[in-house]
């Protein structure tokens, strides 16, 4: 299993009938896997936040009606990304550590 296709929700799945991620990666990927997933974390989380701070009626810059809404949000989602990309707000950082904490630093 590729890093990039480790999603948040089944990193660490509790369900006993299926196999959690992790335990398909090598150790030596773990690591990054946990960053991938933390930094696609914060730059979701960042988005509503992105999208909160673009001006509404900006329709001279993003368009009217469903196409203005579109692209307003798919800016918000790459410059979220780019947020998150390089350091974010350290939420990632924060999920990181306390990822690594309750698995006693074996991530």
Not at 11 to 40: C, F, H, I
Not at 58 to 74: E, I, L, V
Not at 95 to 102: D, F, P, Q, W
Request: no cysteine; proline share 4%.
């Amino acid at each position: 299993m590729s890093v990039a296709t480790v999603q948040l929700g089944n990193l660490y799945n509790t369900n006993p009938s299926t196999k959690p991620v992790m335990d398909g990666l090598r150790a030596s990927d773990r690591p990054k896997a946990v960053r991938a997933v933390t930094q696609e974390f914060e730059a979701f989380v960042l988005q509503s936040f992105v999208e909160a701070l673009l001006p509404d009626e900006a329709s001279a810059f993003f368009g009217r009606g469903t196409a203005g809404a579109f692209w307003k949000s798919m800016l918000s989602e790459h410059v979220a990304r780019e947020l998150a990309r390089g350091g974010g707000v350290g939420i990632g950082n924060l999920i990181e550590k306390e990822l690594a904490e309750r698995s006693g630093g074996n991530v």
